[in-house]
């Protein structure tokens, strides 16, 4: 799986980032960091940290993003159902929604508080 295109900021080589490296932290072994290097300088680009909670909000938005698409299903008119079940549906496929939003971005947060956090030691 290509995850995206690279181009580095310290070589300016173009390059393809196809898997994520990653490595668990010396003082604290439930983070995890994920990140790629550059093939040709060698330069570390770190995607994320991910902590106990951050990997629970990963499964949880996979799971909430399974039960968006079975309701987008429904709200698109693919499936018919009645009006009343489908302003249920539509309601729930709302509020998932918000949710997995939610989660995103306190995994953003996450990840950001431990790229504080480690930044300092290279
Ligand atoms: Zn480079």
Known sequence: MLIKHAVCDKCYE??????????????DISVEKNYFVCPSCGKEYVVNYADTE?????NRIIAIGDKIAQLR????????????????RYNEFNSLLTEQRKLIDRNKAIS?????????EK
């Open 112 to 120: 950001q508080k431990y790229k504080e956090k480690y930044k300092e």
């Open 14 to 27: 173009h390059f393809s980032v196809k898997k994520l490296e990653s490595a668990v932290m010396e003082d």
């Open 73 to 88: 299903a429904v709200i698109k008119g693919k499936k018919k159902v009645s009006g009343e079940e489908y302003v249920k």
């Open 54 to 58: 951050f990997r629970q909000n990963i």
